[in-house]
């Protein structure tokens, strides 16, 4: 069993219509990804920075994005760090040696639906 990615937690504001009898509506769910470079033990070089793609997904992917912003925190979620998004990606300091980082995304769409999702214990430092 591995210890990353201990709790995920995730959340969606967003208008929808009612969908006719006997059809499904689909739900304008918009979220992002986190594509850490970590090993197979879910680790990455202690104290080193790294570039972290993130990757929106949903009515909000491409054209459709109005905002996105990523945190990271090092304290379980007690205290966060608004990060620079750039490109796709975040520039993030690896977690000390044995110490996880979390990470958190919000994402809003152009019709104002919103997505956030937080990974704790996203990796640790090895």
Known sequence: MSKAASRIDAEWTFRSKRAAEGKLAKLPVSTARFG?????????????????????????????????????????????KKLTVAKGEVSVKNPAK?????????????????????????????
């Open 36 to 80: 850490a470079k970590v090993g197979l033990d879910s680790t990455a070089p202690a104290g080193r920075t790294q570039s972290v793609p993130v990757t929106v997904q949903g009515p909000a992917a491409g054209k459709g994005l109005k905002s996105l912003s990523v945190h990271v925190s090092y304290d379980a979620g007690k205290s966060w």
């Open 98 to 126: 044995g110490k996880s980082l979390a990470l958190r995304a919000k994402v809003t769409d152009k019709k104002g639906n919103t997505g956030s999702v937080t990974v704790y214990d996203a990796y640790f430092g090895k």
